[in-house]
């Protein structure tokens, strides 16, 4: 505390900030990529965090409160997306640097930032601290994988290096806690001091350039402004100045061509100078781990090969693993489901909470474990650092269709979610490039498709294996994954040659170590992954659930109000003809017979009987017509809806696959069945290809900043779907499937 | 891999002859130890490779290429990175 009060304060603002209580003090990690940020950010918070959601932009940040000193207060402390460099190319980077240089509504700029550097790559990140120092926030440096750096005969003399850069350096292992208490003082000693800049020069002609900028023109400048706009893409919009910095430019562009290149590469032999002084290099390994790695798993041959041998592990795993989970998860909404039909009385009410809520939202929640599988997995592929060799591996591929390399870690995390993947587009720095590939992140099957795969493959593909081992199941679900993939590639290949027209994107993206995921921050994605999917399960499901429930029930046939008030309304929502088999036993044949009619007769039931023309081609009666409408909202409401529908929540005798046994007995008016094999797979393709979710819309809306891109995604993927899905109907019906 | 580094003892006396002229990275073969001596080009690329320490001096070394040809891979400044071909003619190297 006492040091807080002693440290000169040269920033006025920032003093008055640290006595008043009302704010608290904000503190940005800024770093590379991979180093070590978020490590650092969850040892600090203890977990103790929320996404902060800035309004204005486009970002969720992670935020948490750092008790910075025990008897002070806690600190703000904001995790950001790694950057190379603040002069930044792309949105993710133009997003850091825009917290770090407070150009964000409703966050101030850092009382301090802490720079995170990773000690085995020691120069490259040193050239964002230069930055940072240019800047002339207060910045403390935290020194990470120090480990890491001995392992390669690095060592790294931090007090050499803090002199060197006049900011404090603190060795930190944030895994082991170690540094912490120190990085914390650090921070308070450093807060209202300016960072004194870096001292870096440039040849004699650039300084007296910059000489004349500053004392030249009315105003006066600092130096750091006039490096700044000197070397800017934009042009200032005050007259005298920008005269002064276009004759500037010319000057130097005569003496150099790359007149541009020289701050960056002036830094770097600042950085050198630095570096030679505080890095003792021992005799190291000749080939690093990773480079042994890489000898096989980015090999010629055997790279692509283990590529789509980990692909289909994935789905391997997600498909047969997630079964017990899944069964467990099925089996307790049965039952919770009848010990609340048990315990209520008869009547709507009933009704609503057993056919509508726990049927409508545990047909969904049973798909949760699969989705912490995929997730887990993607996890996974992303914490190891083999994602960027996938990268490497399929650039060219990539690019054949005019994407960028970069574009496939964008599209492979869409196989989890698609918000995340477009999100992550970000990191594409062409605008078009970037475009191309959000059009086309939905075609990559989300886990929202997966509860309806597994519904059709379990109603009507399981149980068959090849060679043994290999289920129908999953191979079917890869055909899925791979028609989207081929699909998007078709889709991108065309949009690259009409409306996106641009030269083939660069590609400049590093391949970091392989290390140990770290199980701690997988599980951390997969809760809040869980989590999310639990609240839309509790919103968005339970309300569509409840809707669809109503206007399945409603309106009421007058007769059926007078005879039997209970019994029609419990057959109300019953699978048409259907129940007349079943619920015959149990009621009046003729009352079970109107409470099919009463379902047709329902809202819902006109609005299926009235798209019933155009989907019938594609194989689809009117009760999957009302599920396809409700599904438009999310995919997986397919599968509530259908348990609406077939009013799963009443079935009391049957199996824990109640929902997939109603949808293998459920009948057409004429009494065939109205789900085949050939019907499910069509409903399938139309799920890998249609626009089928209201929040990626809204997302691309947000990303693109217009309509005009997301209304065009609606409409094409839309349109794609039908086609496909009429070619596999009308198709397996001409080869003699029905 | 063993089949590069024989074409190169094969070619090395060729490589030599050359060595001090600059070159660009992407004929480099895999292997092969160099130092930068410039990059070319002024778009957001040349920028994002300068801003990664691909300045003049910097000693690279073209650790593999992708199954296709296409990207390659090097190791600079201790960190691996990939870059396409088209990326790497803009880099130009010195043999040492
Ligand atoms: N050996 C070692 N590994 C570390 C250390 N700090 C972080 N890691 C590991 O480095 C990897 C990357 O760490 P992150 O914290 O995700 O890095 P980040 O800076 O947040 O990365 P981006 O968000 O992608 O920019 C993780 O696997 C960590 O477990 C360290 O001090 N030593
Ligand atoms: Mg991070």
Request: hydrophobic content about 50%.
């Amino acid at each position: 505390m006492s040091s807080v009060l002693e440290s000169p304060s040269l920033d006025s603002q920032n003093a008055d900030a640290k006595h008043a209580p009302a704010r608290p003090l904000v503190i940005a990690l800024a770093g590379n990529p991979n180093a070590g940020k978020t490590t650092l950010f969850n040892s600090l918070t203890g977990l103790r965090q929320k996404v902060a959601n800035y309004p204005g932009v486009t970002v969720e940040r992670k935020e948490g409160s750092w008790t910075i000193a025990s008897d002070l207060r806690s600190a703000r402390l904001i995790d950001l997306p790694g950057l190379y460099s603040l002069d930044a190319a792309s949105m993710d980077e133009r997003i850091a640097r825009d917290v770090l240089t407070g150009n964000i509504p409703n966050l101030p700029a850092p009382d301090a930032i802490v720079a995170v550097v990773d000690a085995t790559n020691l120069e490259r990140n040193l050239y964002l601290v230069t930055q940072l120092l240019e800047y002339g926030r207060p910045l403390v440096i935290a020194l990470t994988m120090v480990d890491l750096a001995l392992k390669r005969g690095l060592e790294i003399d931090a007090n050499e290096l803090a002199e060197s850069l006049c900011v404090p350096v603190i060795p930190v292992t944030a895994q082991q806690r170690v540094g912490l208490d120190d990085l914390s003082k650090a921070v308070l000693r450093v807060i209202g001091r300016k960072a004194e800049g870096a001292r870096w020069r440039l040849s004699d002609c650039t300084e007296c350039e910059l000489m004349a900028l500053m004392s030249g023109g009315g105003d006066s400048i600092d130096r750091q402004t006039a490096l700044r706009t000197l070397y800017a893409d934009e042009l200032p919009q005050d007259d005298g100045l920008r005269e002064a910095i276009e004759s500037a430019r010319e000057r130097l562009a005569h003496i150099n061509v790359n007149w541009w290149q020289e701050p960056l590469i002036a830094r770097y032999d600042w950085i050198e100078q630095i570096s030679s002084r505080a890095v003792k290099k021992h005799a190291a390994p000749r080939l690093s781990t990773t480079e042994r790695i890489d000898r096989i798993l980015t090999h010629k041959f055997f790279g692509p090969l283990i590529l789509i041998a980990v692909m289909l592990l994935v789905f391997q795993t997600i498909f047969s693993w997630a079964n017990l989970p899944m069964d467990l998860v099925d089996k307790g909404f049965g039952r919770l489901g009848e010990a609340v039909g048990s315990l209520l009385a008869p009547g709507l009410f009933r009704d609503l909470l057993v056919d509508g809520i726990i049927a409508g939202v545990g047909g969904v929640l049973v798909f949760l474990p699969q989705i912490l599988l995929l997730f887990f997995f993607i996890a996974i592929l992303e914490d190891t650092g083999y994602m960027a060799r996938a990268a490497f591996l399929m650039d060219r591929l990539m690019r054949g269709v005019g994407l960028h390399g970069k574009a496939f870690m964008p599209l492979l995390s869409s196989f989890a979610c698609a918000i995340p993947g477009i999100m992550a587009t970000r990191t594409i720095e062409n605008p078009k490039d970037r475009l191309a590939t959000i059009m086309i992140a939905p075609f990559m099957s989300c886990s929202a498709r997966l509860p309806v795969y597994t519904l059709m493959i379990a109603a009507f593909f399981s149980g068959r294996k090849f060679f043994g081992f290999l289920s129908v199941g999953a191979l079917m679900i890869m055909a899925m994954y791979l028609l989207g993939i081929m699909v998007a590639i078709g889709v991108a290949w065309v949009l690259k040659r009409t409306i996106l027209k641009a030269p083939t994107p660069p590609l400049v993206l590093e391949l970091p170590p392989y290390r140990v995921p770290n199980f701690l921050t997988i599980s951390q994605m997969m809760i809040s992954r869980a989590w999310l999917f639990l609240k839309r399960a509790g919103t968005v499901i339970m309300a569509i659930s409840i809707i669809l429930w109503a206007l399945a029930t409603f309106p009421r046939p007058p007769q059926a109000n007078v005879v039997n008030n209970d019994a029609a309304v419990a057959q109300a929502t019953k699978a048409g003809e259907e129940s007349e088999t079943d619920a015959g036993v149990k009621t009046a044949p003729g009352l079970a017979g109107q409470s099919g009619e009463q379902l047709s007769q329902s809202y819902a039931g006109r609005a299926g009987h009235l798209i019933e023309p155009v989907i019938r081609p594609l194989g689809f009666d009117w009760k999957m017509g009302v599920a396809l409408i409700s599904s438009f909202a999310a995919r997986e409401t397919l599968v509530s809806t259908l348990s609406v529908i077939y009013n799963v929540g009443k079935d009391r005798d049957s199996s824990s696959d109640s929902l997939v046994n109603a949808v293998r007995e459920a009948k057409r008016e004429d009494g065939s069945p109205a789900w085949t094999p050939l019907v499910a797979l069509s409903m399938m393709v139309f799920f890998v290809l249609a626009m089928q979710c209201m929040s990626t819309v809204a997302v691309v809306r947000r990303e693109t900043n217009s309509w005009r891109w997301p209304l065009f995604m609606i409409a094409y993927m839309t349109v794609l779907a039908y086609i496909a899905s009429f070619i596999t109907y009308q198709g397996g019906r001409l080869l003699g499937f029905n | 891999m063993e089949i590069a580094e024989n074409i190169n003892a094969l070619f090395g006396r060729t490589t030599e002859q050359i060595s001090n002229a600059p070159r660009s990275l992407d004929i480099l073969p895999i292997g092969a130890q160099a130092r930068v001596t410039g990059v070319t080009g002024s778009g957001a690329i040349a920028r994002r490779l300068l801003e990664m320490g691909v300045v003049p001096g910097a000693p690279v070394r073209v650790i593999k290429a992708a199954p296709l040809g296409d990207p390659i891979e090097v190791r600079v400044r201790g960190y691996h990175l990939a870059l396409r071909r088209t990326e790497a003619k803009t880099i130009s190297v010195t043999s040492d």
